[in-house]
């Protein structure tokens, strides 16, 4: 049998035919799928997607400036409160940390031992809970629309009183605020 390559090569142009033209013709080139589109910027309002609020602002750039001026360790992330939290501690003073929660305004917060005490940060709605977690801690929670917040939150480790405690608290939390969304 003698064998001829243009009866091999006539199989082989009609597949790659037949593939070139299965695909839509509106967009001619190689398929690949879509990039990811960014996440929604620090400025989205707390009403259009609450898991997003915070879009790509970070706990521990939060965290950072005030507790490092202090002589605090580096920060690190941290998911007790939120999937976007941040601790550090300074040995034989405190550990603090700040978390951003999406899903849950400061009126979903526990006040855990303390009692919560309404207040201003920046202008913005915020509860104050001493004693949260004991003597000689206290959470700062500020309300980025009505289904989210930021907490700051300060336990000192051997000496102190609450108030003490919520001083670093609001400290931390009024420096973090201004970077924080407006929510609705």
Known sequence: M???????????????LIAATACSSEKPGIATPAPKSPGPSTTASAGSDPANVFGDLKAC?????????????????????????CGTAKRGYASTSIYLVSGAGIDKLSAGQGTKVPAKVNGREAVEIPGDAGTAACT????VGPGARMTAST?????????????LSREI????????????
């Open 2 to 16: 003698k064998f001829n390559l243009r009866h091999l090569a006539m199989p082989v142009v009609a597949a790659t």
């Open 61 to 85: 750039d939060l965290l950072e400036p005030t507790t490092s001026a202090k002589g605090f360790d580096p920060p690190k992330v941290e998911t007790y409160e939120s999937d976007n939290g």
């Open 140 to 143: 700062v929670a500020v309300a």
């Open 155 to 167: 336990t000192l480790e051997q000496t102190g009183s609450n108030e003490d405690a919520c001083a």
């Open 173 to 184: 939390a009024t420096a973090a605020e201004p970077k924080l969304p407006r929510g609705n």
